[in-house]
């Protein structure tokens, strides 16, 4: 199995000089790596990283968002925009995004846009720090899927990179615990074995492959550790 890693840079860099540097470093080093790399940058930052050339064909650009719909819709940027771009991946219900109110059946409606548009999705699923203390993790987890995966066909999972994201986790450099993570990926596999597992929240060079020797495992979701070349290219190596 092919092992995915993704880079969320989230709202980094500050100057499109330090996205090109920071690219064309895990380019490099992605050409001796067996695993599929995904970037995700600020979406300002797509078109000038995709033209960017001598791309080895496992390394890949995903957005972090994307709308469901084209039209009157200021601000928003859409799944059949993103394709045309070039763009292979889009990251959704991200926390940080959940937090900003965004709703499952939004999520959803994203997920089947953008499948539609032929991108592939990275879902991000994963409870707080109070639904985990109530002992609700699988709950939530379950509640999630539902919502988020409504109407989304078996065949449709192919496309659909799932990643469990504790929100207590995530830039806390508290990390989940890998007996932790396996009792989760036992819970998700049960659910539907097709699944694609991920984890992400606080991984870093030092304990990222801990997690990918978890079975059924199959990437990583970096955040903050990616926009650091030392941190990140050690993990694609
Ligand atoms: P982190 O973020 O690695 O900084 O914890 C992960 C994420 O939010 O995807």
């Known amino acids: 199995m092919k092992l995915t890693i993704i ?17 064309s470093l895990i380019k490099e080093r992605a050409k001796n790596s067996s695993k599929e790399i995904i970037i ?17 064909k496992n390394l890949k650009l995903g957005a972090q968002n994307c709308f469901f719909k084209e039209g009157p819709f200021t601000g928003e940027i859409s799944p059949l925009m993103l394709r045309n771009l070039g763009v292979d991946y889009v990251i959704l219900g991200h926390s940080e995004r959940r937090k900003l109110a965004e709703k499952d059946e939004m999520i959803n409606e994203k997920v089947k846009a953008a499948l539609k548009s032929k991108l592939k999705v990275i879902l991000c699923i ?3 720090d109070e639904e985990r203390k109530l002992g609700k993790t699988f709950e939530i987890l379950k509640f999630q899927l539902e919502k988020d995966l409504f109407e989304i066909s078996e065949n449709q999972l192919k496309n659909i990179l799932l990643a469990y994201e504790p929100v207590w986790a995530i830039g806390t450099k508290n990390p989940c615990q890998v007996e932790d993570l396996k009792k989760v990926v036992i819970f998700l596999k049960s659910i539907n074995k097709k699944f694609k597992i991920l984890y992400g929240g606080s991984v870093n060079k030092e304990n990222f492959s801990q997690y990918l020797k978890v079975k059924d495992i199959s990437g990583l979701l970096v955040g903050g550790a990616s926009l650091n070349h030392n941190e990140f290219l050690a993990m694609i190596s």
Not at 7 to 23: D, H, Q, R, V, Y
Not at 40 to 56: E, R
């Open 126 to 128: 994963g409870e707080t």
């Open 40 to 56: 995700c940058p600020p979406f300002i930052y797509l078109l000038p990283l995709i033209s960017c050339k001598n791309k080895p």
């Open 7 to 23: 880079a969320n840079w989230k709202c980094n860099p500050s100057t499109l000089k330090e996205a090109k540097k920071l690219f």
